[in-house]
């Protein structure tokens, strides 16, 4: 009998059931002081401290609204009764609506009854492509490690379209999300302590938490704010410079754009410049694009680090990071992803894949919101008007709520706020 547990009677078998007493553990193998200080020392802000005081708050204010008054004194009343949660990037957490046709296509996947006509044309003739290119149109079994492969074909159509290059469906891995293809590439390139990579400064936590669990060197270079959050050159090769006297190993940068929190959108100058930039100091490039729906300001324009690579015959690794999260469609919770791989050694990829399968494959639902996402209903389909309706209602609200904050901030005093040119936040 283990010291925190009780027995029962034996069993028919012989065995002894074992019960667990209330309240106590059984066990005291993971303790704080046991856990590996990659664990601990991982930090992720946007999940962290002020979320958890909002959801205390969020329960007060549910006791309240149960049965106000009752069992609080006045003074302890919350002088609110909502909670608006803008710790991260979520639309439809803050009254974002879905676009109607991904979610009617989604439907009919997870449901096929459903195409007996009951939704428009269109609807039907994508969602039956991707049922017949599914084995036996089962989308609660596995995929292949990289996600179907119609679905792939569509997102390396998109990339087409989008960089005026070939793109080839070998080259995508469909992800849980952006983060976990983030994650996944992090693993190749982090080898040991020595091992860093070019971060943002500011930037979204999911870099420097990734690179702590992995035991790598979170390498900040930081973004000129008078310069409206951009890139300089001579800032990069400091931040690379001191790195290496450290006796680093840099072994890749990441850029986001449109910024991730600062919102700006890089011109072709500036995405040249860090390529490069990279392709002197032999850094892979994490290009994270999950913001490029999301331009706010006339005469801004999105350059893909792909697209800029090819034309200008640069062969460094490209990493594209894409999703279903942003842009104006705000599918957080399907948590569709991919990453688009550029340059990349064939054996290099094949580890990759291994990767991959080690967690079988991502949600199918997810993998296919993500081809939907990045294939617009087609020009004269009948669900078309209504498509492109949704979509400029997004974008307007996302426009004008993105010139209300930095007009707000910039009228407070001591606060300075630069035009939000993309992204979500200010």
């Keep these: 009998k283990l010291p925190h547990e009780t027995s029962e009677m034996a069993s028919p078998g012989g065995c002894c059931v074992l019960r667990r007493v209330a309240g106590r553990r059984a066990f005291g193998t993971l303790t704080l002081k046991a856990l590996p200080s990659r ?7 946007v999940r962290g401290a002020v979320l958890h005081r909002a959801q205390e708050l969020q329960q007060r204010l549910a006791r309240q609204h149960l049965s106000p008054g009752e069992g609080e004194r006045h003074e302890d009343l919350l002088p609110f009764d909502e909670i608006v949660p803008c ?11 879905p676009l109607s046709f991904h979610r009617q296509v989604l439907a009919c996947l997870v449901e096929p009854s459903l195409l007996d006509g009951r939704f428009p044309e269109d609807v039907t003739q994508r969602a039956t492509r991707y049922l017949d290119a599914i084995k036996d149109g089962r989308v609660g079994a596995y995929s292949d490690s990289q996600g179907h492969r119609v679905f792939r074909e569509d997102v390396a159509q998109f990339l087409e379209e989008r960089d005026g290059y070939p793109a080839l469906p070998e080259e995508v891995f469909l992800t849980d999300g952006a983060s976990a293809a983030v994650k996944m590439v992090l693993q190749m390139l982090v080898s040991g302590p020595k091992d860093g990579v070019l971060l943002p400064v500011p930037q979204y936590p999911l870099y420097s938490a990734s690179l702590t669990l992995l035991g790598g060197k979170s390498v900040g270079y930081y973004l000129d704010e008078k310069a409206g959050w951009g890139i300089d050159v001579q800032e990069l090769e400091r931040a690379v410079s001191e790195f290496r006297e450290t006796g680093g190993k840099p072994r890749a940068i990441v850029v986001i754009n449109p910024g991730n929190p600062t919102g700006q959108v890089l011109s072709a100058e500036d995405v040249e410049a860090v390529l490069r930039f990279a392709e002197r100091e032999r850094l892979a490039v994490l290009a994270d694009e999950v913001y490029q729906d999301n331009i706010h300001t006339e005469g801004k324009v999105f350059t893909s680090f792909r697209k800029l690579a090819l034309q200008l015959g640069i062969d460094v690794e490209v990493f594209s990071f894409h999703s279903v999260s942003k842009g104006v469609t705000g599918e957080c919770g399907l948590r569709g992803g991919f990453v688009h791989c550029q340059n990349l050694d064939k054996e290099v990829q094949e580890q990759m894949g291994k990767l991959a399968s080690v967690s079988l494959c991502s949600n199918v639902l997810g993998q296919a919101a993500m081809a939907s996402v990045v294939t617009m209903p087609p020009e004269d389909g009948p669900s078309r008007a209504v498509f492109d309706e949704e979509r ?6 996302l426009r004008e709520k993105a010139a209300m904050v930095a007009e707000r901030l910039n009228a407070m005093e001591g606060i300075t706020c630069q035009p939000i040119e993309g992204a979500m936040y200010a």
């Excluded at 664990?39 to 802000?45: E, F, L, P, S, W």
């Excluded at 400029?392 to 609200?397: A, F, Q, S």
């Design 87 to 97: 710790n991260i990037g979520n639309p439809q957490a803050v009254g974002g609506r």
């Design 39 to 45: 664990v601990v020392d991982c930090k992720y802000a």
């Design 392 to 397: 400029l209602r997004t974008r307007t609200e």
